[in-house]
C-alpha cells in the first residue's frame, strides 16, 4: 500500500486544469512524469556530447573498464553509441512496463507517473552498462540504430502531417469557416512567401558556382514538390486547399536547408558551412538549438499518440490517461537512437568535429529521402480517400 501516492479523480482535475508550477509541485502525475522523462533525455544528449568532444579528461575512470582499452573504445563514436545504447534501455523498459494502460490509479500509472527512487536508480545503471560491453556489440547496436532512427523520423513526419491536416479541419469547420477565411489566406500567403525566400536563400547561399549541380538538384526538386503538392491539393476531386501545402512546403524547405547544411565542411559548393566551421559563438549557438530542438520535437510527438489511432473515440473517460504512456516511452526509445546518428554522422566509422551535429554525406542523403518521403506520405493522405472509395466501387 503506498500511502500518499494515489489521487483521486477530482485531483487529477485539479492538477491537470493548474498552472505547469502546480503540476511539479504535486509529484505524483503523469504531467509532471513527462517533463522529468524529457529532462532525463536531454541530460543523455548532453552525456553523448561530452563523451564524443570532452571525454578525453575522463581517461582515467575509463581504464577500469576493460572493453574500453585504456578509454579509447569509450570516446568519440563508439562513447556516443554507448551512451544511446544505454538511453534506449531504460525507455524501452518503460515501454514494455506500460504499454497497454488505459486508466489513471492503475499499477501501471503509478509506475509511470511515480517510483523515481527506483527510476533515478535505474538510469544511471543502465548508462553505465553499454561500457561494459564489447566494441562488437556497440556496433551491432549502431546498426541497429540506423532502423531505429529511421522509425523515429517516420513517426515524427506522420505526427507533423497530422497536425497540419487537424488544423486546416479547425479553420474549415462549419463554425469558423467564414470568419477564418481572411486568416487561413494570410497564414498561407505568409507561408508561400517564406518558402520561396528560403529557395532564393538556398540559391545564393549553397549554388556559388554553376558546377554545383547536386545542390541545383536539391533546391529545384524542392520547389517542384511544393508545386506537384499545391496541384494535388488544389485538384477538384481533393479540394484540400491552399494551407495545408503552403505549410508543408515550409517542412520541405526547411529539411532540404537541413540536408544541404549537412554536406561536410570545406565543400566548396558550401561556403557557409565552410565560413563557420571555426568554433565561435555562431557555431556553439547553432549546435545548443539544435540538441533543444531535438528534444523538444521528441518531447512533443511522444505526447501526439492520437495520430496513431485508426479508431478515434469522441468520448474520453474520466479515469482515462492523457496521453498513451507506452507510445511516449517508444517515441523517446528510438529518439534515443536517433540522438546517436546526429551526433556521429549516420556512420559509426566517420568522426565529428567539436561543436558539430548532424554533419557528413550520409546526412545530407538521409534529409533528401526524408524530404521525399515527406511529400510521398502527403500526397497519399490527400489521394487516399478517393483512390480507395474508387476501388470499393468497382
Same mark, same amino acid.
Given at each position: ?66 572493453? *574500453? ?5 569509450? /570516446?568519440? %563514436? ?6 544511446? =545504447? +544505454?538511453?534506449? &534501455?531504460? $525507455? ?87 470568419? *477564418? ?5 494570410? /497564414?498561407? %500567403? ?6 520561396? =525566400? +528560403?529557395?532564393? &536563400?538556398? $540559391? ?96 512533443? %510527438? ?93
Amino acid at each position: 500500500m503506498e500511502t500518499g501516492t494515489s489521487i483521486d479523480n477530482k485531483g487529477y482535475e485539479t492538477i491537470k486544469n493548474g498552472s505547469w508550477f502546480s503540476q511539479f509541485r504535486n509529484g505524483y502525475n503523469p504531467w509532471m512524469a513527462r517533463y522529468v522523462y524529457g529532462l532525463m533525455f536531454l541530460l543523455a544528449n548532453l552525456l553523448a556530447w561530452t563523451v564524443r568532444d570532452y571525454g578525453r579528461g575522463a581517461l582515467t575512470e575509463m581504464r577500469k573498464f576493460k572493453n *574500453c582499452k585504456d578509454g579509447r573504445n569509450c /570516446l568519440g %563514436t563508439e562513447g556516443v553509441l554507448r551512451v544511446s =545504447l +544505454g538511453c534506449f &534501455l531504460f $525507455y524501452f523498459i518503460m515501454f514494455l512496463s506500460t504499454v497497454g494502460t488505459s486508466k489513471t490509479h492503475s499499477s501501471r500509472d503509478k509506475w509511470h507517473s511515480g517510483w523515481w527512487v527506483a527510476k533515478l536508480l535505474m538510469w544511471p545503471g543502465l548508462t553505465i552498462f553499454p561500457f561494459l560491453l564489447p566494441s562488437s556489440i556497440i556496433e551491432l547496436y549502431g546498426e541497429i540504430a540506423h532502423f531505429g532512427a529511421g522509425v523515429f523520423l517516420l513517426i515524427q513526419l506522420i505526427s507533423i502531417i497530422s497536425f497540419i491536416t487537424w488544423l486546416n479541419e479547425c479553420f474549415q469547420s462549419q463554425k469558423d469557416a467564414e470568419r *477564418c477565411h481572411v486568416h487561413v489566406m494570410l /497564414l498561407a %500567403t505568409t507561408a508561400y512567401t517564406v518558402c520561396i =525566400l +528560403g529557395v532564393i &536563400l538556398m $540559391y545564393i547561399w549553397y549554388v556559388p558556382d554553376p558546377s554545383c549541380l547536386l545542390n541545383i538538384f536539391f533546391i529545384t526538386w524542392t520547389l517542384f514538390l511544393i508545386q506537384l503538392m499545391t496541384s494535388i491539393s488544389l485538384h477538384p476531386k481533393v479540394n484540400a486547399g491552399f494551407l495545408t501545402p503552403a505549410l508543408m512546403g515550409l517542412y520541405v524547405v526547411f529539411i532540404c536547408w537541413c540536408a544541404i547544411r549537412s554536406e561536410p565542411v570545406g565543400e566548396t559548393c558550401n561556403r557557409k558551412t565552410e565560413s563557420s566551421s571555426r568554433t565561435d559563438w555562431l557555431t556553439i549557438i547553432s549546435f545548443v538549438v539544435a540538441l533543444l530542438a531535438m528534444v523538444i520535437a521528441t518531447f512533443s %510527438t511522444g505526447v501526439d499518440s492520437q495520430c496513431f489511432q485508426f479508431r478515434k473515440d469522441e468520448t474520453q473517460e474520466e479515469d482515462a490517461i492523457p496521453y498513451g504512456y507506452g507510445f511516449f516511452h517508444f517515441v523517446f526509445a528510438t529518439g534515443a537512437m536517433y540522438f546517436a546518428m546526429l551526433l556521429i554522422g549516420w556512420n559509426i566509422h566517420h568522426s565529428m568535429e567539436k561543436w558539430t551535429i548532424d554533419v557528413g554525406w550520409t546526412s545530407t542523403w538521409v534529409r533528401i529521402v526524408n524530404e521525399w518521403i515527406a511529400v510521398c506520405v502527403y500526397i497519399w493522405m490527400l489521394v487516399a480517400p478517393m483512390v480507395l472509395k474508387s476501388r470499393q466501387t468497382t
